[in-house]
């Protein structure tokens, strides 16, 4: 039962801290994952010449799916025009960052844990981490930037929100740390 | 004495699992979106069978996290952090997660199982084939499929509501579940 007190007179802002950092890297490290294979499925399999073939849109396909013989086509349309759009650094500078991001935002899942338990490391690893991951949507935003508007249409609002929730992630864990150090 | 909170192992599996499920979400609105598969348009190939290997993966996670829950039990939670309808909301909640998790994975083979793919388990293992192609039975058990995972979304949103809700409260009862 004491350990059970113990436990519960663990600073608050450490516990709130931990588990939305929890439950953003649960979420972030999908979304990284996710970005990383739609770069490597997307470039590996284009054409070689980047003319897509036609649509192959039978009808009971488009049953199961739920789509029009014209959406068929634009699920066409639309891979061809995010390949186009890209510049030829891109796929690889975004898979990199991804990669990057995937195995920060997974240790983000463990930092969060430490902070809830509030080992002493944690506050420390926690600001390292998490401004990791700010430098990681700054890097994207930079490279998304340098793009066109088809990318930035696709990934700048997502990245801009995510940046917003690490920079805060940032700023309460260095709070955090700030109130420990004159309390 | 019991534990405070859930073994290293039950605490290891729940996230791996947590991380999957939202992987498997995401990709599959992504892979969705991808052109028909063709000879010529391989795209969709990859995401489904990676979709399929880690669905197939969770059935066995979740089993295993069912076995180590049972087996392992820890000290029941301070009534005075939770009132009694709020613990049986949390033991619906798990229920709730489990079965649905275990309906996703299954609907989700049987509906492959019913298509002219094969499954092989992260590319080594061949499953024999259960059924012959059935556009019928693929669309039933796909859509079975689809409604199992909004359900298993919506249930998740109250288990992480729930999650929340009890780090605000600094209680101890999130504690339970990250200990490394």
């Not at chain 1, 998490?130 to 430098?135: K, M, N, R």
Request: charged share 15%; net charge negative; aromatic share 12%.
């Amino acid at each position: 039962m004491s350990n059970q007190n113990n436990k519960t007179s663990l600073p608050h802002w450490a516990s709130i801290l931990g588990v939305i950092a929890i439950m953003l890297g649960v979420f972030l490290t999908a979304v990284h994952g996710n970005e990383a294979m739609k770069q490597a499925v997307v470039t590996q399999h284009m054409p070689a010449d980047g003319v897509m073939p036609p649509a192959d849109c039978p009808e009971e396909e488009l049953e199961e799916e739920g789509i029009s013989v014209a959406e068929c086509e634009y699920l066409i349309d639309r891979v061809q025009g995010v390949a186009l759009a890209a510049p030829d650094w891109f796929p690889n500078a975004q898979m990199t960052l991804s990669i990057i991001g995937t195995v920060l935002a997974f240790i983000s899942i463990i930092i969060g844990g430490a902070l809830v338990n509030y080992t002493p490391w944690a506050s420390k690893a926690a600001v390292t981490v998490f401004s990791g991951l700010a430098a990681v949507d700054l890097l994207q935003f930079a490279a998304v930037v340098n793009t066109g508007p088809t990318l930035r249409e696709v990934y700048l609002g997502g990245i801009l929100l995510w940046f917003i929730l690490h920079l805060m992630l940032v700023v309460g864990a260095l709070a955090g740390r700030h109130t420990e150090a004159e309390a | 004495m019991q534990r405070q909170g859930f073994s290293r192992t039950a605490v290891i599996l729940h996230w791996l699992l947590a991380v999957s499920i939202f992987f498997l979400f995401i990709s599959s609105w992504w892979m969705m979106a991808l052109p028909l598969p063709s000879p010529e348009l391989q795209f969709r190939a990859f995401p489904f069978q990676l979709h399929k290997n880690i669905g197939l993966t969770l059935v066995i996670i979740i089993l295993m996290l069912l076995y180590v829950r049972l087996r392992h039990r820890p000290a029941p939670v301070d009534s005075q952090h939770m009132t009694g309808w709020m613990h049986w909301m949390a033991i619906a909640a798990h229920v709730a997660i489990y079965g649905l998790v275990l309906a996703v994975c299954v609907t989700g083979y049987l509906s492959s199982a019913h298509t002219r793919w094969d499954t092989v388990f992260w590319w080594s293992i061949e499953f024999p084939r259960i059924a012959a192609p059935d556009e019928e039975m693929n669309e039933f058990w796909g859509e079975l499929h689809t409604y199992a995972a909004w359900a298993l979304l919506g249930i998740i949103a109250v288990h992480v509501s729930g999650a929340i809700y009890h780090a605000f409260r600094s209680d101890g009862i999130v504690r339970r579940m990250l200990r490394w």
